[in-house]
């Protein structure tokens, strides 16, 4: 496959195009560029695709050259870093999952980024984004895949702080910027552990040694490393601690949030344990930690999205719990699962957002869902194809959702009934959230009457890509029917040589042996309950909802709120810290460094120099005087 390479380039030039000669083409020329790259980027990962899929093995590893070589090859220390690709099942699904939806987000973009001013700039950020991303999955070695995961942190800091000219966008694009900063310092010392391990940084030649050593029963330095990598994930993907900037990141446009949330950056720490599915599997511990984290983050944002008004940010925190899930299937040993829901998330988040961004675009950029309400007569595309995302997303049958959700919560259950009880109060949390939404968005009398009045469907640009990716909502999870619901799980047997690298240990699922329909009846029930107490709830206003609230105003302040986190790392991280930078800035900086080692020199030159000034009478006499006393004085020294 020797077009492989221009999968990833072509959207940087893509990037070079619209960022240096953009403005003077026009949007026009800009808009067909920026669409068309990546269009060609998801038609060759077809091409790669379908060629992986005929090669031996299922696998391609491409080698361009050497990109990075210290020492003599073999010798102990040494390190060689190749410059190539992987397409493999894994990376194959990725790269067509990244370019098709990132393509679809293009074309939607135009659109809804027609009126602005920056639309060179924006579209030059969007395809670097994919180039990024791009490079990230197809990294055949950790260097080239941390390029990509800085790249799209780069870029993100870019895109959500798009509007620079308001206070709220730099500031929520710094935040995603650092706190990602926080995640990737992990990721490099866990790079470290593995090459101090291993002795090499290219993921075929990890795993090949990996599939020599027996899973560690304590904590040892494959833990260390797995834990590390973790943190790089948790960053990435948003998870507790490191969550706090993805509903930040709603300050970008709505397309950013899609491209974003949906199929790309917050998935990258998903896709990083899957690449290194074996040395996972081999560390118990992490195994554990990376289960109880994804729960705890699910349940923990889907509480929050219960409340919250802004439509972008009730989709924010629906993304953070279900990135919450994704972990949870891996910790689980369902990386199959995992992975799965990944590719199911991607179709629905993405047709959620950008369905969103038809809302908003209706409502002159109104984000308030209590300041909405009827707009199914108004937008009648917008709120079917949001209505089979929701379905999907609240997991039910036969919907996309459903499949992904319920094996990953059979594989919790298996692993501790108590994660499966915290992944189904979760799943019930966002059936009723998502059900809120709609109701607050669709149903009801309009609450703002003036932009009622003037919405308006928004144009094909926009609503083409809601109608393909409700397809994908709908139809994408028979990709992968569980064994128990009679599908022969399609998709975790194509994805196992690639999460496996033919190792036996190496956790992939594995098939149902207990009451997995019960269980998955039992949650899906418990979510249809939880959806309609959400709609009936709000689909007349907003009564019935306050009076409730009313009830427990402890509970709803905490939730309206978001638990006060940001508050709490306000008072008791950043305050000080900025307390502490300010202190050692007055120490260092203006006292030892201005003070010490710049203005007393200068002041003592100056008092030099007055003094010296005081001898400069212009009088011979006195200088005849002063000569002829340090004549003595000499002569004094030396007869001494």
Not at 58 to 65: E, F, H, M, S
Not at 252 to 261: M, Q
Not at 554 to 583: C, M, Q, S, T
Request: glycine share 12%; net charge neutral; hydrophobic share 55%.
């Amino acid at each position: 496959m020797n077009t492989a390479w221009l999968i990833p380039v072509l959207p940087l030039l893509g990037f070079l195009v619209s960022g240096l000669a953009g403005r003077r083409l026009g949007k026009v020329p800009t808009a067909f560029v920026s669409v068309g790259v990546v269009a060609a980027s998801f038609a060759l990962a077809v091409a790669a695709f379908l060629a992986m899929k005929a090669a031996p093995g299922q696998r391609l590893d491409l080698v361009y050259g050497t990109w990075m070589s210290v020492g003599a090859a073999g010798a102990p220390g040494s390190l060689s870093v190749p410059f190539g690709f992987t397409i493999d099942p894994l990376s194959g699904t990725m790269m067509l999952v990244v370019s098709g939806i990132g393509a679809l987000i293009h074309l939607y973009s135009v659109g809804y980024m027609w009126e602005d001013e920056g639309f060179a700039r924006f579209f030059s950020y969007l395809n670097l984004f994919v180039f990024f991303m791009l490079t990230l999955v197809m990294g055949s070695n950790l260097p080239m895949i941390f390029i990509g995961w800085e790249g799209v942190g780069l870029c993100s800091y870019l895109l959500i702080g798009y509007f620079f000219e308001t206070d709220y966008a730099p500031a929520a694009g710094l935040k995603a910027f650092l706190t990602n900063r926080i995640g990737d310092l992990g990721m490099v010392v866990g790079m470290m552990a593995l090459f101090a391990q291993f002795g090499t940084l290219t993921i075929g030649d990890l795993l090949t040694q990996a599939g020599h050593l027996a899973p560690e029963v304590g904590f040892g330095i494959l833990t260390f490393a797995t834990l590390m990598l973790f943190v790089g994930a948790t960053g990435k993907s948003a998870q507790i601690p490191l969550y706090v900037w993805l509903p930040d990141a709603m300050a970008g446009p709505t397309p950013v949030s899609a491209l974003i949330h949906a199929a790309t950056m917050v998935t990258s720490g998903i896709y990083l344990l899957c690449r290194l599915a074996p040395l996972f599997t081999l560390a118990p511990i992490t195994m554990n930690v990376v289960a109880w984290v994804g729960a705890a983050t699910a349940l923990f944002a889907a509480t929050i999205g219960l409340v919250q008004r802004d439509i972008k940010k009730v989709l924010a925190y629906s993304t953070v719990s279900q990135l919450g899930y994704m972990f949870l299937g891996l910790g689980a040993s369902g990386f199959a699962a995992g992975f799965f829901h990944v590719f199911t998330h991607a179709w629905f988040k993405a047709l959620l957002f950008l369905g969103a961004g038809s809302v908003i675009h209706a409502m002159h950029h109104e984000q308030d869902l209590f300041r909405m309400g009827g707009l199914r007569s108004k937008l009648p595309v917008t709120f079917w194809t949001m209505l089979i995302a929701t379905l999907a997303i609240m997991g039910l049958p036969p919907f996309s959702g459903f499949f992904s959700k319920d094996e990953i919560l059979y594989l919790a259950f298996l692993k501790s009934p108590w994660l499966w009880g915290i992944g189904v109060v979760g799943a019930c949390c966002t059936a009723f959230y998502m059900w809120r939404l709609m109701a607050l968005a669709f149903w009801g009398e309009p609450r703002d009457h003036h932009a009622f009045d003037h919405a308006h469907e928004s144009p094909w640009q926009m609503t083409a890509p809601l109608a393909v990716l409700a397809v994908g909502s709908a139809l994408a999870g028979f990709l992968g029917v569980p064994e128990a619901f009679g599908g022969h799980f399609a998709i975790g047997r194509f994805l196992e040589p690639a999460l496996t690298f033919g190792q036996a240990h190496a956790g992939h699922g594995g098939h149902h042996a207990g009451p997995a329909v019960l269980l998955a009846v039992i949650s899906t029930g418990l979510g249809l309950a939880a959806a309609a107490t959400g709609f009936l709830l709000y689909k007349d206003g907003l009564g019935k909802a306050e009076a409730m609230a009313a009830r427990v105003p402890g509970l709803h302040l905490v939730l309206l709120n978001k638990y006060f986190v940001d508050e709490a790392i306000e008072g008791y991280l950043l305050r000080p810290i900025r307390w502490f930078g300010n202190l050692l800035w007055k120490l260092f900086d203006v006292i030892l460094i201005d003070g010490v080692g710049v203005n007393l020199p200068g002041a003592l030159t100056r008092v030099a120099g007055d003094f010296v000034a005081l001898l400069q009478t212009g009088r011979v006499r006195n200088y005849a005087l002063g000569m002829g006393v340090g004549l003595l004085a000499l002569l004094w020294a030396f007869l001494k």
